[in-house]
């Protein structure tokens, strides 16, 4: 088989929120805040948070089995789970594990990828890159988050900006033009103190809290999505007018608003759902894709990238013909 025409492809998509969905205004009641401070400097209007009985693999696990009801297969058809988290339910063992244990499909490869909110990009690429060896078939990818789990409720400067969920696709080696085009992921640990936790089991025991440095990051991410997207883009032979919708990491419409304007790109065509989710981070960009496959402004046949940034730094895009 020729690898070209492998796929990857997207077989289903699926996606969970906590219950809890919490304002603006809910928030500004327990934090110095406002509902117009975090719209004009964020766009975030909502975000869900996990109560006690909500985890990562319980989100994880929801969505991967809304994703299996939407390609119309079974946890026996899967062969690789790959879940990216940052707010693992245990430090061990991996909680893709837990999840492959709960859809009932034991025996299969299981393991999560560590890349912050470019996660979902790093897991993809690790799939893509074993479905197309013929290491695996068919590839349940996986980001899901308890970001307020790591939040430090007393900073407002990063509490009100995250929120908890979950996105998972189905991903199929299959003959034909479709599927996964390229995939291109960066990382400069340089940067490590302009966004990261302040714990972790190997330093001080703890879990920590999430730490950053707002107007840096911001600053890096719209200068390094411009140019992931364009590298993406001339490795898989397309330009900005032939793309159908970007499907971003939603961390601020701001950053949205600067990359699209960097590209000249039509800003109709970015997915946006920072308003209803804020920030999730490793589980941003599935739920963002879940969210627009159903709702039916993504198509069959459309080309899409899906890009993302975050703690590390790391970065990534990943051209896809849907
Ligand atoms: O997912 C990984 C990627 N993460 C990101 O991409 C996040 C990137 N950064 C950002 O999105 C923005 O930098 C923020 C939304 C975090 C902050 O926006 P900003 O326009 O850069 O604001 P700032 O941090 O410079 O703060 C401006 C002011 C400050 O007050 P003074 O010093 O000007 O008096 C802050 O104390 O806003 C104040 N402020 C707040 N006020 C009300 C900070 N947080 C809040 C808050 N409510 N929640």
Request: aromatic content about 4%; charged content about 20%; hydrophobic content about 45%.
């Amino acid at each position: 088989m020729n690898s070209e025409r492998i796929g990857p492809v997207i077989k289903g998509t699926g996606s969970a929120l906590p219950r809890t969905r919490v304002s603006n205004a809910e928030l500004a009641k327990k934090v110095d805040t406002s509902d117009d401070w975090i719209v004009e400097r964020t766009g975030i209007k909502f975000r869900h948070i996990a109560q006690k009985d909500e985890t990562t693999s319980t989100l994880a696990t929801e969505a991967a089995r809304k994703a299996l009801d939407a390609a119309d297969m079974s946890a026996d058809d899967i062969d690789l789970i790959v879940l990216a988290t940052a707010t693992p339910d245990q430090t061990f063992p991996a909680t893709a594990t837990i999840v492959q244990n709960e859809l009932g499909c034991n025996g299969c490869v299981a393991f999560d990828v560590a890349a912050v909110c470019s996660g979902f990009l790093y897991a993809l690429s690790v799939a893509e890159s074993m479905i197309r060896s013929g290491a695996a078939k068919n590839a349940i990818v996986i980001g899901a988050e308890t970001f307020s789990r790591i939040l430090d409720w007393e900073d407002r400067a990063t509490c009100v900006l995250f929120g908890d969920g979950a996105g998972a696709i189905i991903l199929s080696a299959e003959e034909g033009n479709s599927g996964i085009l390229t995939t291109k992921l960066h990382a400069d640990g340089a940067h490590n103190q302009m966004l990261y936790v302040d714990g972790g089991a190997g330093t001080t025991g703890t879990v920590g809290k999430l730490r950053m440095r707002g107007r840096e990051v911001f600053r890096h991410a719209v200068t390094n999505l411009s140019s992931v997207l364009i590298e993406a883009m001339e490795a898989a032979g397309t330009t900005i007018d032939d793309v159908d919708w970007v499907v971003p990491h939603q961390a601020n419409a701001r950053i949205l608003d600067a990359t699209a304007k960097k590209l000249s790109l039509d800003s109709g065509k970015v997915i946006k759902t920072v308003d209803q989710h804020a920030n999730t981070s490793a589980a941003s960009v599935p739920l963002a894709l879940d969210t627009a496959i159903r709702d039916g402004r993504i198509k069959r046949g459309d080309l899409l990238i899906l890009e993302a940034m975050g703690g590390g730094f790391t970065w990534g895009a990943s051209v896809i013909r849907y």
